[in-house]
């Protein structure tokens, strides 16, 4: 009966054996699977990381050429504001000279030389 014990015994060690070695196959395979997740996941990261300097480098340049845009949009607006004034005071005189005495006797002498000239 000893020999049953000690068979037993041997067989029950080398179960466990057997078991650990499962185990340590298990937990090795998580351990791969871990790091390679935890690898994607860095690889990810990283890209993502560029991708947003990427972006708000765009951002920076987009938002300076917006500022540029809108300098150039209020330079040009005191342009015409300025260029309408000075129409504006041109359509005065114009008006103002027109409706003068001296200028519609100047008229009148024109229509009558061009008369006399057309006659001969």
Do not use: C, P, W
Request: net charge positive; charged share 30%; no cysteine.
């Amino acid at each position: 009966m000893t020999t049953t014990n000690s068979e037993d015994h041997d067989l029950l060690i080398s179960e466990l054996f057997a078991e650990t070695h499962g185990l340590r196959m298990k937990y090795e395979e998580f351990s791969q699977y871990t790091e390679a997740k935890i690898a994607d996941f860095v690889h990810a990261k990283q890209a993502l990381e560029n991708l947003l300097a990427q972006r708000t480098q765009d951002l920076a340049i987009t938002n300076a050429q917006r500022a540029q845009i809108q300098a150039e949009l209020v330079s040009l607006t005191a342009r015409v504001d300025k260029l309408i004034s000075q129409r504006n005071k041109a359509r005065q005189r114009v008006k103002f000279l027109e409706s003068s005495r001296g200028y519609r006797f100047e008229q009148k002498l024109r229509r009558l030389v061009a008369r006399l000239l057309l006659r001969k």
